[in-house]
């Protein structure tokens, strides 16, 4: 007979994306919510900055500065992917859950003070934590059984799937050995961005049956790579952060298996590309003394 055993395997875990309150405190009992990033999912926005932008204000205590928000200016609530076009636009990005929490964006604008905003905190859900109260934040890195930390947002293991830009093309299997792969985070491969929303860009695509758009062709996150280029070796850390600067977001696995980014540029479709579709493997179970 199969008899069980005490060996656990996780399957894939989805990228989704942390919404929280616009001041700490002010939204009730819930500080903030993983929820998925499709186009049914809408909260308000609110934008950050590194550095100073004529009439952005720096609250005490933050580093960063905040856009305010005029009445005929508030966004309402919008896609995660409309959320990042109108940080973008602004010269800005969305904020983080830490900025959020410490009061960086409040007194901006549009009552948001007191609702959930979307924010650029990538969050996973491996242990079921999927709010955290007014009194915790998403933890960097979840603490061990019996003690679950309230909102994890790293992976346990860190690796995410690279898949072929195009499944189809026989020199993606015949460089690279394999159509998808499991990678660590820390390795370095190209990068490819999907949006859920229509992208009036250069060289973006949106083929047939897919529902979003593609593109290879990215600003950089330097401060010397505002002009769109190709990533060749990224992080999956960089990889992210490139796609949230073009108002977008890595693909899943399915999305570039699906050849979503087919033809996009770069000679992608002959690499592995980063995605968003995390494996973690298996995880032994041990006792507490």
């Excluded at 309150?21 to 009992?29: D, E, H, L, N, R």
């Excluded at 999956?236 to 600067?245: L, M």
Aim: net charge negative; charged share 20%.
């Amino acid at each position: 007979d199969l008899v069980w055993t005490s060996t656990l395997v996780q399957g894939y875990v989805s990228q989704k994306q942390w919404v929280s309150c616009g001041t700490a405190g002010s939204c009730g009992s819930i500080g903030g919510k993983l929820v998925d990033t499709n186009s049914n999912t809408k909260y308000p926005v609110r934008c950050c900055s590194d550095s100073s932008i004529q009439s952005w204000k720096i609250n005490d205590g933050c580093s960063i500065y905040a856009k305010p928000f005029g009445t005929s200016e508030c966004s309402g609530d919008v896609t995660f992917g409309e959320a990042n076009k109108i940080c973008g636009d602004a010269g800005g990005r969305l904020c983080t859950v830490d900025e959020l929490n410490a009061g960086c964006t409040q007194g901006t604008g549009c009552s948001y003070d007191f609702k959930l905003i979307w924010t650029s905190t990538i969050g996973w859900d491996p242990t079921g934590a999927s709010s955290f109260d007014v009194t915790a934040s998403p933890s960097y890195s979840p603490s061990n059984f019996p003690t679950v930390s309230s909102a994890p947002t790293q992976p346990p293991t860190s690796k995410a799937y690279v898949a072929c830009g195009d499944k189809d093309n026989t020199g993606c299997k015949m460089f690279e050995g394999v159509i998808e792969k499991i990678s660590d985070r820390s390795d370095k491969h190209e990068v490819r961005c999907c949006s859920d929303e229509a992208v009036n860009k250069d060289k973006w695509v949106k083929n047939t049956g897919c529902s979003v758009w593609g593109g290879s062709n990215l600003v950089g996150i330097g401060m010397d790579e505002t002009d769109p280029s190709c990533h060749h070796a990224e992080t999956h850390f960089d990889a992210n952060q490139i796609c949230i600067a073009n108002s977008a977001r890595l693909c899943t696995k399915d999305e570039i298996l699906s050849k979503c980014t087919k033809g996009s540029g770069c000679s992608h479709d002959l690499d592995l590309v980063w995605t968003s579709t995390f494996v973690q493997g298996h995880v032994s179970q041990k006792q507490w003394v």
